[in-house]
Protein backbone atom coordinates (compact mmCIF):
# COMPACT_ATOMS: atom_id res chain seq x y z
CA UNK A 1 0.00 0.00 0.00
CA UNK A 2 1.09 3.36 -1.10
CA UNK A 3 1.26 5.74 2.15
CA UNK A 4 -0.76 8.54 1.79
CA UNK A 5 1.80 11.25 3.32
CA UNK A 6 5.53 10.34 3.16
CA UNK A 7 7.76 12.67 5.06
CA UNK A 8 11.27 12.71 4.76
CA UNK A 9 13.95 14.50 6.79
CA UNK A 10 11.91 18.10 6.94
CA UNK A 11 14.03 21.20 8.39
CA UNK A 12 12.59 24.81 9.30
CA UNK A 13 15.03 27.20 10.19
CA UNK A 14 13.93 30.50 11.59
CA UNK A 15 17.33 32.66 11.21
CA UNK A 16 19.80 30.76 13.29
CA UNK A 17 17.36 29.40 15.65
CA UNK A 18 15.91 25.90 14.76
CA UNK A 19 11.87 25.32 14.04
CA UNK A 20 11.94 21.55 13.48
CA UNK A 21 15.09 19.56 12.05
CA UNK A 22 15.59 15.81 10.66
CA UNK A 23 11.95 14.40 10.68
CA UNK A 24 10.14 11.80 8.39
CA UNK A 25 7.91 9.27 8.77
CA UNK A 26 5.15 7.64 6.84
CA UNK A 27 1.43 7.95 7.16
CA UNK A 28 -1.09 5.24 5.85
CA UNK A 29 -4.73 5.85 4.38
CA UNK A 30 -6.96 5.63 7.65
CA UNK A 31 -4.30 6.14 9.80
CA UNK A 32 -4.01 8.90 12.63
CA UNK A 33 -1.04 10.22 14.03
CA UNK A 34 -0.46 12.07 17.14
CA UNK A 35 2.28 14.81 17.28
CA UNK A 36 2.93 15.78 21.25
CA UNK A 37 5.46 17.71 22.31
CA UNK A 38 5.86 21.25 24.86
CA UNK A 39 5.01 24.49 24.07
CA UNK A 40 8.60 25.26 21.64
CA UNK A 41 9.04 21.87 20.60
CA UNK A 42 8.50 22.36 16.95
CA UNK A 43 5.32 21.02 16.95
CA UNK A 44 3.06 23.86 14.56
CA UNK A 45 5.91 24.48 12.57
CA UNK A 46 6.49 20.62 11.59
CA UNK A 47 2.24 20.58 11.11
CA UNK A 48 2.70 24.40 9.25
CA UNK A 49 5.54 22.65 6.91
CA UNK A 50 3.17 19.63 5.90
CA UNK A 51 0.33 21.74 5.22
CA UNK A 52 2.04 24.11 3.18
CA UNK A 53 1.56 27.26 5.22
CA UNK A 54 5.15 27.10 5.65
CA UNK A 55 7.98 26.18 3.30
CA UNK A 56 10.49 23.99 5.11
CA UNK A 57 13.99 24.90 4.40
CA UNK A 58 14.99 21.06 3.69
CA UNK A 59 13.35 17.82 3.03
CA UNK A 60 10.04 16.39 1.23
CA UNK A 61 6.58 16.09 1.99
CA UNK A 62 5.28 13.72 -0.71
CA UNK A 63 0.98 13.50 -0.94
CA UNK A 64 -0.33 10.75 -2.62
CA UNK A 65 -2.37 12.36 -4.98
CA UNK A 66 -5.83 11.10 -6.39
CA UNK A 67 -4.71 11.48 -9.91
CA UNK A 68 -0.61 11.49 -10.32
CA UNK A 69 0.24 9.48 -7.41
CA UNK A 70 2.54 10.46 -4.65
CA UNK A 71 3.64 14.34 -5.57
CA UNK A 72 6.44 16.24 -3.12
CA UNK A 73 3.70 19.31 -2.29
CA UNK A 74 6.93 21.62 -1.33
CA UNK A 75 8.06 21.60 -4.93
CA UNK A 76 4.22 21.36 -6.37
CA UNK A 77 2.77 24.69 -8.14
CA UNK A 78 1.06 27.27 -5.89
CA UNK A 79 -2.29 26.47 -7.35
CA UNK A 80 -1.99 22.84 -7.07
CA UNK A 81 -1.43 23.47 -3.67
CA UNK A 82 -4.06 25.58 -3.12
CA UNK A 83 -6.18 23.22 -5.07
CA UNK A 84 -5.16 20.67 -2.47
CA UNK A 85 -5.88 22.91 0.60
CA UNK A 86 -9.55 23.11 -0.44
CA UNK A 87 -10.50 19.18 -1.51
CA UNK A 88 -7.84 16.79 -0.23
CA UNK A 89 -6.61 18.49 3.07
CA UNK A 90 -8.38 19.90 5.85
CA UNK A 91 -6.61 22.24 8.73
CA UNK A 92 -8.32 22.37 11.93
CA UNK A 93 -7.09 25.83 13.76
CA UNK A 94 -6.92 25.68 17.17
CA UNK A 95 -8.46 28.88 17.84
CA UNK A 96 -12.02 28.53 15.33
CA UNK A 97 -11.90 32.27 14.84
CA UNK A 98 -8.68 31.74 12.95
CA UNK A 99 -10.39 29.09 10.89
CA UNK A 100 -13.79 30.50 10.28
CA UNK A 101 -15.50 33.59 8.38
CA UNK A 102 -16.34 35.57 11.85
CA UNK A 103 -19.07 37.64 9.47
CA UNK A 104 -20.55 35.17 7.51
CA UNK A 105 -23.26 32.90 9.26
CA UNK A 106 -22.90 29.29 9.51
CA UNK A 107 -24.39 27.63 6.29
CA UNK A 108 -22.14 29.93 4.22
CA UNK A 109 -18.99 28.69 6.08
CA UNK A 110 -19.48 24.80 5.57
CA UNK A 111 -20.84 25.66 1.75
CA UNK A 112 -17.13 27.75 1.06
CA UNK A 113 -15.10 24.91 0.32
CA UNK A 114 -17.87 23.66 -1.82
CA UNK A 115 -18.65 27.29 -3.87
CA UNK A 116 -14.65 27.13 -4.15
CA UNK A 117 -14.67 23.75 -5.88
CA UNK A 118 -17.27 24.98 -8.26
CA UNK A 119 -20.96 23.87 -6.45
CA UNK A 120 -23.38 26.45 -7.97
CA UNK A 121 -26.73 25.05 -6.79
CA UNK A 122 -27.96 27.22 -3.34
CA UNK A 123 -30.28 24.12 -2.86
CA UNK A 124 -27.70 21.70 -3.35
CA UNK A 125 -25.02 23.94 -1.19
CA UNK A 126 -27.79 24.41 1.70
CA UNK A 127 -28.55 20.72 1.73
CA UNK A 128 -25.14 19.84 2.46
CA UNK A 129 -24.70 22.23 4.65
CA UNK A 130 -27.55 21.38 6.88
CA UNK A 131 -26.52 17.70 6.69
CA UNK A 132 -22.92 18.40 7.74
CA UNK A 133 -24.53 20.87 11.01
CA UNK A 134 -26.35 17.71 12.04
CA UNK A 135 -23.35 15.37 11.74
CA UNK A 136 -21.44 17.95 14.13
CA UNK A 137 -24.41 18.00 16.24
CA UNK A 138 -25.74 22.11 15.40
CA UNK A 139 -28.96 22.22 15.50
CA UNK A 140 -30.47 23.25 11.60
CA UNK A 141 -31.82 26.35 13.42
CA UNK A 142 -28.58 27.75 13.71
CA UNK A 143 -28.04 27.56 10.15
CA UNK A 144 -28.11 31.61 9.75
CA UNK A 145 -26.95 32.89 12.75
CA UNK A 146 -22.94 33.73 12.35
CA UNK A 147 -20.18 32.02 14.58
CA UNK A 148 -19.50 35.00 17.00
CA UNK A 149 -23.43 34.40 18.06
CA UNK A 150 -21.51 30.20 18.83
CA UNK A 151 -20.12 29.28 21.91
CA UNK A 152 -16.54 28.41 21.50
CA UNK A 153 -17.48 24.31 21.47
CA UNK A 154 -19.72 25.07 18.60
CA UNK A 155 -17.46 27.05 16.84
CA UNK A 156 -15.00 24.32 16.62
CA UNK A 157 -17.51 22.17 15.38
CA UNK A 158 -18.74 24.36 13.07
CA UNK A 159 -14.67 24.69 11.81
CA UNK A 160 -14.78 20.81 12.26
CA UNK A 161 -17.70 20.92 9.55
CA UNK A 162 -16.84 23.39 7.13
CA UNK A 163 -13.53 21.36 6.49
CA UNK A 164 -14.93 18.18 6.16
CA UNK A 165 -17.36 19.00 3.85
CA UNK A 166 -15.63 18.50 0.49
CA UNK A 167 -14.67 15.08 2.16
CA UNK A 168 -10.78 15.43 2.07
CA UNK A 169 -8.56 12.69 2.52
CA UNK A 170 -6.16 14.42 5.07
CA UNK A 171 -6.77 16.54 7.97
CA UNK A 172 -4.45 18.17 9.96
CA UNK A 173 -5.58 19.50 13.54
CA UNK A 174 -3.53 21.89 15.47
CA UNK A 175 -4.37 21.40 19.33
CA UNK A 176 -8.32 21.05 18.60
CA UNK A 177 -9.41 20.79 21.95
CA UNK A 178 -7.46 23.72 22.85
CA UNK A 179 -9.16 26.52 24.84
CA UNK A 180 -12.20 24.44 25.80
CA UNK A 181 -13.90 22.95 28.77
CA UNK A 182 -12.99 19.78 29.91
CA UNK A 183 -16.38 18.42 29.11
CA UNK A 184 -17.00 19.79 25.78
CA UNK A 185 -13.52 18.60 24.77
CA UNK A 186 -14.98 15.27 25.51
CA UNK A 187 -17.91 15.70 23.81
CA UNK A 188 -15.57 17.15 20.39
CA UNK A 189 -13.39 14.07 20.79
CA UNK A 190 -15.98 11.64 20.47
CA UNK A 191 -17.37 13.18 17.54
CA UNK A 192 -13.89 13.52 16.11
CA UNK A 193 -13.65 9.68 16.59
CA UNK A 194 -16.31 9.10 14.82
CA UNK A 195 -15.75 11.19 11.66
CA UNK A 196 -12.52 9.85 11.48
CA UNK A 197 -13.49 6.12 11.94
CA UNK A 198 -16.29 6.96 9.63
CA UNK A 199 -14.73 8.16 6.89
CA UNK A 200 -11.74 6.93 6.61
CA UNK A 201 -9.45 9.90 7.23
CA UNK A 202 -6.18 10.47 7.82
CA UNK A 203 -5.11 12.99 10.20
CA UNK A 204 -2.18 14.33 11.73
CA UNK A 205 -2.96 15.78 15.36
CA UNK A 206 -0.38 17.87 17.22
CA UNK A 207 -1.62 18.57 20.72
CA UNK A 208 -0.24 18.55 24.34
CA UNK A 209 -2.78 16.93 25.48
CA UNK A 210 -1.94 13.35 25.66
CA UNK A 211 -6.02 12.03 26.49
CA UNK A 212 -6.50 13.53 23.04
CA UNK A 213 -3.77 11.41 21.82
CA UNK A 214 -4.32 8.16 23.66
CA UNK A 215 -8.07 8.47 22.42
CA UNK A 216 -7.49 9.34 18.46
CA UNK A 217 -3.92 8.38 17.51
CA UNK A 218 -2.75 5.31 16.03
CA UNK A 219 0.75 6.79 16.05
CA UNK A 220 2.86 8.87 18.30
CA UNK A 221 5.82 11.45 17.69
CA UNK A 222 7.19 12.93 20.22
CA UNK A 223 9.29 15.95 19.40
CA UNK A 224 11.73 17.84 22.23
CA UNK A 225 13.40 20.88 21.02
CA UNK A 226 12.77 20.49 17.14
CA UNK A 227 13.83 17.04 17.37
CA UNK A 228 11.67 13.82 16.88
CA UNK A 229 12.54 11.81 20.30
CA UNK A 230 10.23 9.19 20.58
CA UNK A 231 7.97 7.42 18.27
CA UNK A 232 5.74 4.21 18.06
CA UNK A 233 2.00 2.87 18.52
CA UNK A 234 0.00 4.96 21.02
CA UNK A 235 -0.44 2.40 23.72
CA UNK A 236 3.27 1.08 23.75
CA UNK A 237 4.64 4.59 23.67
CA UNK A 238 2.26 5.78 26.57
CA UNK A 239 2.63 2.73 28.42
CA UNK A 240 6.20 2.47 28.52
CA UNK A 241 8.10 5.44 27.44
CA UNK A 242 12.09 5.29 27.08
CA UNK A 243 13.12 8.17 26.26
CA UNK A 244 13.55 10.51 29.65
CA UNK A 245 11.39 13.45 28.17
CA UNK A 246 8.45 11.09 27.24
CA UNK A 247 8.99 9.74 30.87
CA UNK A 248 8.62 13.21 32.04
CA UNK A 249 5.79 13.90 29.89
CA UNK A 250 3.52 11.30 30.74
CA UNK A 251 4.07 11.28 34.59
CA UNK A 252 3.76 15.10 34.87
CA UNK A 253 -0.50 14.27 33.35
CA UNK A 254 -2.88 15.02 36.06
CA UNK A 255 -4.53 12.39 38.00
CA UNK A 256 -7.89 12.73 39.57
CA UNK B 1 -6.08 79.01 -25.79
CA UNK B 2 -6.44 78.50 -22.24
CA UNK B 3 -3.51 78.74 -19.57
CA UNK B 4 -3.86 74.40 -18.97
CA UNK B 5 -2.10 71.73 -21.01
CA UNK B 6 -4.85 70.27 -23.08
CA UNK B 7 -7.32 68.21 -20.82
CA UNK B 8 -5.73 69.31 -17.49
CA UNK B 9 -2.93 66.46 -17.19
CA UNK B 10 0.54 66.93 -18.66
CA UNK B 11 1.48 64.81 -21.66
CA UNK B 12 3.86 62.14 -19.53
CA UNK B 13 1.16 61.38 -17.13
CA UNK B 14 -1.41 61.05 -20.33
CA UNK B 15 1.14 58.90 -21.77
CA UNK B 16 1.31 56.82 -18.84
CA UNK B 17 -2.42 56.50 -18.37
CA UNK B 18 -2.71 55.44 -22.01
CA UNK B 19 -0.48 53.02 -21.33
CA UNK B 20 -2.77 51.59 -18.34
CA UNK B 21 -5.98 51.67 -20.60
CA UNK B 22 -4.29 49.22 -22.90
CA UNK B 23 -3.04 46.71 -20.78
CA UNK B 24 -6.51 47.07 -19.60
CA UNK B 25 -7.98 46.61 -22.73
CA UNK B 26 -5.44 43.64 -23.64
CA UNK B 27 -6.39 42.00 -20.13
CA UNK B 28 -10.72 42.32 -19.85
CA UNK B 29 -11.50 42.32 -16.06
CA UNK B 30 -7.85 42.45 -15.04
CA UNK B 31 -6.90 46.03 -12.77
CA UNK B 32 -3.70 47.44 -14.42
CA UNK B 33 -2.64 49.36 -11.25
CA UNK B 34 -1.56 53.24 -12.52
CA UNK B 35 0.03 56.13 -10.78
CA UNK B 36 -3.40 58.13 -10.44
CA UNK B 37 -2.25 61.92 -10.06
CA UNK B 38 -3.67 64.57 -7.68
CA UNK B 39 -6.69 66.09 -9.31
CA UNK B 40 -8.55 69.43 -8.75
CA UNK B 41 -11.51 67.52 -6.96
CA UNK B 42 -12.10 65.41 -4.00
CA UNK B 43 -11.49 61.58 -4.15
CA UNK B 44 -15.11 60.14 -4.84
CA UNK B 45 -15.87 62.70 -7.12
CA UNK B 46 -14.56 60.70 -10.45
CA UNK B 47 -10.89 61.61 -10.41
CA UNK B 48 -10.46 58.06 -11.52
CA UNK B 49 -12.73 58.85 -14.76
CA UNK B 50 -11.61 61.90 -15.34
CA UNK B 51 -8.15 60.98 -15.45
CA UNK B 52 -8.79 58.35 -17.42
CA UNK B 53 -11.18 60.81 -19.75
CA UNK B 54 -8.29 63.53 -19.83
CA UNK B 55 -6.16 60.81 -21.63
CA UNK B 56 -8.23 59.53 -24.06
CA UNK B 57 -9.87 62.99 -25.31
CA UNK B 58 -9.17 64.69 -29.01
CA UNK B 59 -9.85 68.27 -29.50
CA UNK B 60 -12.46 66.71 -31.94
CA UNK B 61 -14.65 65.03 -29.40
CA UNK B 62 -17.59 65.69 -28.08
CA UNK B 63 -18.16 64.77 -24.32
CA UNK B 64 -21.33 63.99 -22.21
CA UNK B 65 -20.58 63.49 -18.36
CA UNK B 66 -23.82 61.93 -16.19
CA UNK B 67 -24.26 61.13 -12.56
CA UNK B 68 -26.94 58.63 -11.94
CA UNK B 69 -28.01 58.93 -15.27
CA UNK B 70 -28.82 62.77 -15.03
CA UNK B 71 -26.88 65.10 -16.83
CA UNK B 72 -27.77 67.70 -14.51
CA UNK B 73 -26.32 67.41 -10.94
CA UNK B 74 -23.60 68.59 -9.79
CA UNK B 75 -21.20 66.27 -10.79
CA UNK B 76 -21.82 65.83 -13.95
CA UNK B 77 -22.48 69.64 -14.47
CA UNK B 78 -18.73 70.70 -13.19
CA UNK B 79 -16.72 67.64 -14.94
CA UNK B 80 -18.16 69.21 -18.15
CA UNK B 81 -17.24 72.30 -17.17
CA UNK B 82 -14.17 71.29 -16.37
CA UNK B 83 -13.33 69.78 -19.61
CA UNK B 84 -15.14 72.72 -21.40
CA UNK B 85 -12.36 75.11 -19.66
CA UNK B 86 -9.30 72.70 -19.47
CA UNK B 87 -9.73 71.44 -23.17
CA UNK B 88 -12.00 73.15 -24.89
CA UNK B 89 -14.18 70.92 -26.43
CA UNK B 90 -17.47 70.56 -26.81
CA UNK B 91 -20.02 69.22 -24.49
CA UNK B 92 -23.72 67.53 -25.07
CA UNK B 93 -26.72 66.51 -23.09
CA UNK B 94 -27.61 63.50 -26.24
CA UNK B 95 -26.04 60.41 -25.79
CA UNK B 96 -26.02 59.87 -29.55
CA UNK B 97 -23.90 63.05 -30.07
CA UNK B 98 -20.99 62.26 -27.65
CA UNK B 99 -17.72 60.65 -28.37
CA UNK B 100 -17.13 60.21 -25.10
CA UNK B 101 -19.32 59.81 -22.12
CA UNK B 102 -18.03 59.86 -18.41
CA UNK B 103 -20.76 58.15 -16.32
CA UNK B 104 -21.31 57.81 -12.59
CA UNK B 105 -23.21 54.30 -11.37
CA UNK B 106 -25.56 53.96 -14.79
CA UNK B 107 -25.16 53.11 -18.71
CA UNK B 108 -27.41 55.03 -20.91
CA UNK B 109 -30.39 53.40 -22.00
CA UNK B 110 -29.96 54.26 -25.83
CA UNK B 111 -27.68 51.43 -26.38
CA UNK B 112 -24.25 52.80 -27.73
CA UNK B 113 -22.20 52.74 -30.96
CA UNK B 114 -18.90 51.52 -32.15
CA UNK B 115 -17.42 55.04 -32.18
CA UNK B 116 -18.61 55.81 -28.62
CA UNK B 117 -16.18 55.19 -25.54
CA UNK B 118 -18.28 55.19 -21.73
CA UNK B 119 -15.65 56.19 -19.31
CA UNK B 120 -16.82 54.82 -15.40
CA UNK B 121 -15.94 56.41 -12.00
CA UNK B 122 -15.46 53.44 -10.00
CA UNK B 123 -14.52 53.98 -6.00
CA UNK B 124 -13.98 50.51 -5.31
CA UNK B 125 -12.60 48.38 -8.10
CA UNK B 126 -12.17 45.34 -5.91
CA UNK B 127 -15.01 42.90 -5.93
CA UNK B 128 -13.23 40.98 -3.39
CA UNK B 129 -12.80 43.59 -0.87
CA UNK B 130 -15.24 43.01 1.70
CA UNK B 131 -14.78 39.75 1.53
CA UNK B 132 -11.28 39.83 1.59
CA UNK B 133 -9.55 42.72 3.20
CA UNK B 134 -6.21 41.86 2.58
CA UNK B 135 -5.14 43.04 -1.24
CA UNK B 136 -2.12 40.69 -1.32
CA UNK B 137 -4.65 37.79 -0.54
CA UNK B 138 -7.30 39.61 -3.67
CA UNK B 139 -4.90 39.82 -5.54
CA UNK B 140 -3.40 36.10 -5.57
CA UNK B 141 -6.90 34.89 -5.79
CA UNK B 142 -7.55 36.70 -8.82
CA UNK B 143 -4.29 35.40 -10.48
CA UNK B 144 -5.53 32.24 -9.06
CA UNK B 145 -8.89 32.36 -10.04
CA UNK B 146 -10.45 31.42 -7.18
CA UNK B 147 -13.56 32.70 -6.92
CA UNK B 148 -15.34 30.73 -5.11
CA UNK B 149 -15.97 33.65 -2.07
CA UNK B 150 -17.73 35.65 -4.20
CA UNK B 151 -20.57 33.24 -4.52
CA UNK B 152 -20.72 33.29 -0.73
CA UNK B 153 -21.53 36.98 -0.64
CA UNK B 154 -24.64 35.74 -3.02
CA UNK B 155 -25.43 32.63 -0.67
CA UNK B 156 -25.50 35.01 2.60
CA UNK B 157 -27.69 37.26 0.43
CA UNK B 158 -30.70 34.15 -0.26
CA UNK B 159 -30.09 33.49 3.07
CA UNK B 160 -31.01 36.18 4.66
CA UNK B 161 -33.38 37.84 2.26
CA UNK B 162 -34.87 34.88 0.24
CA UNK B 163 -33.31 36.04 -2.75
CA UNK B 164 -29.86 37.45 -4.10
CA UNK B 165 -30.74 41.21 -2.83
CA UNK B 166 -27.27 42.68 -4.50
CA UNK B 167 -28.82 45.45 -6.64
CA UNK B 168 -25.54 47.58 -7.75
CA UNK B 169 -22.23 46.93 -8.05
CA UNK B 170 -23.17 43.02 -8.92
CA UNK B 171 -20.04 40.92 -9.76
CA UNK B 172 -19.98 39.76 -12.76
CA UNK B 173 -17.16 37.05 -14.69
CA UNK B 174 -15.52 38.25 -17.87
CA UNK B 175 -14.79 35.96 -20.70
CA UNK B 176 -15.05 33.71 -18.51
CA UNK B 177 -11.42 34.56 -16.58
CA UNK B 178 -12.06 37.66 -14.21
CA UNK B 179 -14.14 38.46 -12.07
CA UNK B 180 -15.23 42.27 -12.14
CA UNK B 181 -17.04 44.88 -9.99
CA UNK B 182 -19.17 46.76 -12.89
CA UNK B 183 -18.90 49.82 -10.59
CA UNK B 184 -22.03 50.58 -8.56
CA UNK B 185 -23.90 50.41 -11.80
CA UNK B 186 -27.51 48.63 -10.98
CA UNK B 187 -28.07 44.98 -12.03
CA UNK B 188 -30.26 46.15 -14.63
CA UNK B 189 -27.74 47.43 -16.31
CA UNK B 190 -25.31 44.15 -15.94
CA UNK B 191 -26.98 43.23 -19.57
CA UNK B 192 -25.51 46.51 -21.12
CA UNK B 193 -22.17 45.37 -20.34
CA UNK B 194 -21.86 43.72 -23.70
CA UNK B 195 -21.97 46.59 -26.03
CA UNK B 196 -20.67 47.95 -28.80
CA UNK B 197 -18.66 50.64 -27.52
CA UNK B 198 -15.47 50.81 -25.64
CA UNK B 199 -15.60 50.74 -21.70
CA UNK B 200 -12.95 51.98 -19.52
CA UNK B 201 -13.21 51.79 -15.45
CA UNK B 202 -11.13 54.43 -13.39
CA UNK B 203 -10.40 54.56 -9.75
CA UNK B 204 -8.48 57.65 -8.52
CA UNK B 205 -7.79 56.49 -4.93
CA UNK B 206 -7.68 53.21 -5.68
CA UNK B 207 -5.23 53.85 -8.37
CA UNK B 208 -6.70 50.90 -10.76
CA UNK B 209 -7.80 51.19 -14.26
CA UNK B 210 -9.62 48.42 -16.28
CA UNK B 211 -11.62 47.68 -19.09
CA UNK B 212 -14.51 46.10 -21.45
CA UNK B 213 -13.31 45.83 -24.89
CA UNK B 214 -16.42 45.79 -27.47
CA UNK B 215 -18.41 43.28 -27.75
CA UNK B 216 -16.58 41.53 -24.64
CA UNK B 217 -18.60 38.45 -23.09
CA UNK B 218 -19.86 39.78 -19.46
CA UNK B 219 -21.86 37.16 -17.23
CA UNK B 220 -23.34 37.92 -14.12
CA UNK B 221 -22.41 35.58 -11.34
CA UNK B 222 -25.83 33.61 -10.20
CA UNK B 223 -26.84 29.92 -8.65
CA UNK B 224 -28.57 27.56 -10.99
CA UNK B 225 -31.20 27.57 -8.99
CA UNK B 226 -31.49 31.36 -8.35
CA UNK B 227 -30.37 33.16 -11.95
CA UNK B 228 -29.11 36.40 -12.43
CA UNK B 229 -32.29 39.04 -12.95
CA UNK B 230 -31.97 42.27 -14.31
CA UNK B 231 -34.38 43.95 -11.55
CA UNK B 232 -36.12 47.60 -11.77
CA UNK B 233 -38.69 49.50 -10.20
CA UNK B 234 -42.09 47.40 -11.42
CA UNK B 235 -43.75 50.47 -12.65
CA UNK B 236 -43.11 52.33 -15.82
CA UNK B 237 -42.25 56.27 -15.74
CA UNK B 238 -44.64 58.60 -14.85
CA UNK B 239 -43.21 61.70 -17.01
CA UNK B 240 -42.62 59.79 -20.26
CA UNK B 241 -43.98 56.15 -20.19
CA UNK B 242 -41.06 54.21 -20.85
CA UNK B 243 -41.77 50.78 -19.33
CA UNK B 244 -38.52 49.12 -19.72
CA UNK B 245 -36.00 51.93 -18.58
CA UNK B 246 -34.33 52.33 -15.19
CA UNK B 247 -36.51 54.38 -12.69
CA UNK B 248 -35.41 56.55 -9.82
CA UNK B 249 -38.38 57.03 -6.83
CA UNK B 250 -39.01 60.68 -6.09
CA UNK B 251 -40.92 61.39 -2.71
CA UNK B 252 -43.09 64.51 -3.74
CA UNK B 253 -44.93 65.74 -0.88
CA UNK B 254 -45.28 64.36 2.51
CA UNK B 255 -48.44 62.53 2.31
CA UNK B 256 -47.11 59.16 0.62
CA UNK B 257 -47.37 60.58 -2.69
CA UNK B 258 -44.42 59.33 -4.87
CA UNK B 259 -43.77 59.33 -8.50
CA UNK B 260 -40.81 57.52 -10.97
CA UNK B 261 -38.98 58.90 -13.63
CA UNK B 262 -36.20 57.57 -15.50
CA UNK B 263 -33.11 58.07 -13.99
CA UNK B 264 -31.51 58.62 -17.87
CA UNK B 265 -32.38 62.22 -18.17
CA UNK B 266 -31.68 62.54 -21.56
CA UNK B 267 -33.52 59.64 -22.40
CA UNK B 268 -36.56 60.71 -21.07
CA UNK B 269 -36.65 64.58 -22.15
CA UNK B 270 -36.24 62.91 -25.92
CA UNK B 271 -39.10 60.46 -25.50
CA UNK B 272 -41.18 63.56 -24.37
CA UNK B 273 -39.87 65.84 -27.16
CA UNK B 274 -41.27 62.65 -29.47
CA UNK B 275 -44.60 63.57 -27.94
CA UNK B 276 -44.71 60.27 -25.40
CA UNK B 277 -46.21 60.99 -21.90
CA UNK B 278 -46.31 59.10 -18.58
CA UNK B 279 -48.84 59.22 -16.02
CA UNK B 280 -47.90 62.66 -14.18
CA UNK B 281 -47.05 64.06 -17.04
CA UNK B 282 -47.28 67.30 -18.85
CA UNK B 283 -46.43 67.51 -22.69
CA UNK B 284 -43.32 68.33 -23.55
CA UNK B 285 -43.53 72.12 -24.60
CA UNK B 286 -46.10 72.83 -22.02
CA UNK B 287 -43.76 71.75 -19.24
CA UNK B 288 -41.23 73.78 -20.66
CA UNK B 289 -42.71 77.25 -20.69
Given amino acids: MTPLLQVRDIAKFYGHRMGCTGVGFDLYPGEVMGIVG ?3 SGKSTLLNCLAGHLVPDQGRVMFDTRTEGPRDTVTMSEPERRMLSRTDWAFVHQHARDGLRMGVSAGGNVGERLMAVGARHYGDIREQAVDWLGRVEISEDRIDDRPSAFSGGMQQRLQIARNLVTGPRLVFMDEPTG ?3 VSVQARLLDLLRGLVREMGLSAIIVTHDLAVVRLLADRLMVMKDGHVVESGLTDQVLDDPQHAYTQLLVSSVLQV | MSDYNFAYLDEQTKRMIRRAILKGLAIP ?5 FASREMPMPYGWGTGGVQVSAAILTPDDCMKVIDQGADDTTNAVSIRKFFEKTAEIETTEATNAASVIQTRHRIPEEPLREDQVLVYQVPIPEPLRFLEPRETETRKMHSLEEYGLMHVKLYEDIAKHGAIATSYAYPVKVEGRYVMDPSPIPKFDNP ?14 EQRIYALPPYTKVVSLDFEDFPFEASKADHACDLCGADAAYLDELII ?7 FVCSDTDFCQTRRAAGHIGAQGAPFEEAAQ
Fill in chain 2, 29 to 33: GYQVP
Fill in chain 2, 253 to 259: DDAGGRM
Fill in chain 1, 38 to 40: ESG
Fill in chain 2, 192 to 205: KLEMAAIQLFGAGR
Fill in chain 1, 179 to 181: GLD
